[in-house]
Structure formats: structure tokens, C-alpha cells
Nanobody, 124 residues
Framework: QVQLVESGGGLVQPGDSLRLSCVGS????????IAWFRQVPGKEREGVAA????????TVANSVADRFFISRNTAKNTVYLNMNNLKPEDTAVYYC?????????????????WGQGTQVTVSS
């Protein structure tokens, strides 16, 4: 059974950096993809970044590509979302998700496994 647990959210000021962590368990193949999404109330879930667990290939949404990057530590079964120069519009609940198969989709409907989310609030 796949389980994903996010952590690292919190309240930060504009311009700060934050690193979110997603610890996965029960994942049985390196040919799998872990992605980060975010959602604010009343809006659709937005894909932020994705990484292939095995070879580390990544993709990042154009809207945050100059500030966010995704990385992994396979020994710790952890995927990170590194966020720099945070802005108030980055405020959202951030989720990690997983699917089997090495495709760097940023569409939430492609991912059957989800964590519970972690709140990120950017405010002065």
C-alpha cells in the first residue's frame, strides 16, 4: 500500500525560502513518478513539479520554474520541493502524489496516490 506523508509547510514572509518533504512508503518500482501539486480554496489543483524516482528526471511548471525545484533522496525515500523567493500567491495547500510509470505529468487526474497535504502561507 502506497503512503505519502508531506511535511515542512508553515508561515513564512515574502522572499523567504521553504523546503517541503514527501516521504513515500510501499512504492515498489523506480519507474514511478512523484509530483507536487498545490490548491487554494475554490480553485483547481495545480501541478507544480514532478520527478521520476529512478533516474531523477524532472519537470517544473513554467509559473514557478525560476523559483522552485524538485529533488529526491532515494536512500530516504523522500522527494523535496525547494521553494525560493516565495510570494503571497504561493499560499496554498501543497500535496505530493505518486503514480507508477515514468511520465512527468502535471495533471492531477494521472495520480492515484496522494498525501494529506501541508499548508504553506506566505504573508508579511
Amino acid at each position: 500500500q502506497v503512503q505519502l506523508v508531506e511535511s515542512g509547510g508553515g508561515l513564512v514572509q515574502p522572499g523567504d525560502s521553504l523546503r517541503l518533504s514527501c516521504v513515500g512508503s510501499g512504492i515498489t518500482s523506480d519507474l514511478s513518478t512523484i509530483a507536487w501539486f498545490r490548491q487554494v480554496p475554490g480553485k483547481e489543483r495545480e501541478g507544480v513539479a514532478a520527478i521520476i524516482r529512478g533516474d531523477g528526471s524532472t519537470t517544473v511548471a513554467n509559473s514557478v520554474a525560476d523559483r522552485f525545484f524538485i529533488s529526491r533522496n532515494t536512500a530516504k525515500n523522500t522527494v523535496y520541493l525547494n521553494m525560493n523567493n516565495l510570494k503571497p500567491e504561493d499560499t496554498a495547500v501543497y500535496y505530493c502524489a505518486m503514480k507508477y510509470g515514468p511520465q512527468l505529468y502535471l495533471m492531477p487526474e494521472k495520480y492515484p496516490h496522494w498525501g494529506q497535504g501541508t499548508q504553506v502561507t506566505v504573508s508579511s
